[in-house]
Nanobody, 115 residues
């Protein structure tokens, strides 16, 4: 069983920065890709960024150049550094971890960007 716990969300003004963390516990050696998704108010959940076990990152066009995903396998932790935040980045952010057979999600952390 894999458990994910996010932290680091909060309220920030437009142009500011936040760093999200996701700590993974359980059968960590089975995890392949990890990532961050978000669900804006009234909208569907969408991909923000993913990273492979080898460190290859992929980003949504809307966050390229502003967000950076990183991963420390030894600590079983994935981070999302968010810079130049915009009001449209307001959402609940979810951590995701994939094994070869399962998909795991954290409980979500709220990020609110004020204009």
């Amino acid at each position: 069983q894999v458990k994910l716990v996010e932290s680091g969300g909060g309220l920030v003004q437009a142009g500011g920065s936040l760093r999200l963390s996701c700590a993974v516990s359980g059968s960590m050696f089975t995890i392949r890709d990890m990532g961050w998704f978000r669900q804006p108010p009234g909208k569907q959940r969408e991909l923000v960024a993913t990273i492979t076990r080898g460190g290859i990152a992929n980003y949504a066009d809307s966050v390229k150049g502003r967000f950076t995903i990183s991963r420390v396998n030894a600590k079983s932790t994935v981070y999302l550094q968010m810079n130049s935040l915009k009001p449209e980045d307001t959402a609940v952010y979810y951590c995701n971890a994939k094994t070869y057979s399962d998909d795991y999600w954290g409980q979500g952390t709220q990020v609110t960007v004020s204009s």
